[in-house]
């Protein structure tokens, strides 16, 4: 071999070998890494967002009565390649459910009897929470539900969230923690609420201004139902546009709940047939998802 071939050859060797390195550092660089978080509270946040359809029974029997986060560091590490991220939380016990108790409890926490846990920002603000970003959905509702129950020991919740969050790493500083919100609640108080108020209505089926205002309500309540579930399916197949629409139909669920608790009179037995089995409906339609 020639001087300068062989002097080519180093140089060569040298540039690829210093190339690799470049590549090696940049690599470690962007590979994503555990992120420690702390709850900003310890219970679990209450929603209200379904409360003005489903009416006063899930604020009072929400499952945020039944359980509370165990306070410490949690890990937000990255799965999938990097692809998606999970949380494991730990919740403990305060109070057992009876063995004849039924739960509404989904995944998603934008669905009603969802769960899900939101990153929050130094003021405590959810981070992004209108473009879908942050929400962690609840990944073994299963172990919940048993854990209602039994009450034994301490539960892990697991949350994960499709995306790299890339825009939320750029300043991890700014991710002050975490929160859990739930719409989930039990399902029995509904059946000792509509009994209770079937108890309270008249039986006469005579027509008042007040039934009046409860037909006109109930159009509206199972419009708002039809177009909810619309949405709902439109979310399960992957369109984009829900979430603006989602907005939308909050704006228009808080008319409806000021609506409803500014009616006068009461609902006769046919309209509260009626009311269940438009609650009924909209249960069947996100329990399907």
Do not use: H
Not at 71 to 80: E, K, Q, R, S
Not at 144 to 172: H, Q, V, W
Not at 218 to 243: C, F, P, Q, V
Not at 257 to 279: A, N, R, T
């Amino acid at each position: 071999m020639k001087k300068t071939d062989l002097f080519d050859y180093r140089l060569a060797s040298k540039a690829l070998f210093f190339a690799i390195t470049i590549s090696s550092i940049l690599s470690s660089c962007s590979e994503k890494k555990p992120l420690e978080l702390k709850p900003s509270k310890t219970n679990i946040v209450n929603v209200t967002d379904f409360d003005d359809v489903f009416g006063p029974v899930r604020r009072s029997e929400s499952i945020s009565e039944f359980i509370e986060i165990i306070d410490g560091a949690y890990m937000m590490v990255p799965i999938n390649d990097g692809n998606n991220w999970r949380i494991d939380v730990k919740v403990k016990s305060i109070k057992i459910a009876d063995k004849d108790d039924e739960f509404e409890i989904s995944n998603t926490g934008y669905t009603p009897g969802g769960t899900g846990l939101y990153l929050i920002d130094k003021a405590g603000t959810v981070i992004a929470e209108g473009g879908g970003s942050g929400q962690f959905d609840l990944t073994n509702k299963d172990v919940l539900k048993d854990y209602l129950y039994s009450g034994k020991g301490n539960c892990m919740l697991r949350f994960e969230i499709g995306g790299a969050l890339e825009e939320f790493l750029k300043t991890p500083e700014n991710i002050a923690g975490f929160i859990i919100r739930t719409s989930a609640y039990r399902k029995t108080a509904e059946t000792e609420a509509n009994q209770s108020i079937e108890s309270s209505v008249s039986t006469s089926e005579s027509v008042t201004s007040g039934s009046q205002d409860w037909d006109k309500l109930l159009s509206d309540y199972e419009s708002y139902t039809d177009k909810y579930i619309a949405l709902l399916t439109k979310a399960k197949n992957g369109d984009a546009s829900a979430m603006t629409e989602y907005i939308d139909m909050l704006g228009k669920a808080t008319e409806l709940q000021e609506s409803l608790m500014g009616s006068d009179g009461v609902m006769s037995p046919s309209q509260l047939q009626k009311f269940s089995k438009i609650q009924q409906k909209l249960l069947t339609a996100a329990s399907s998802l």
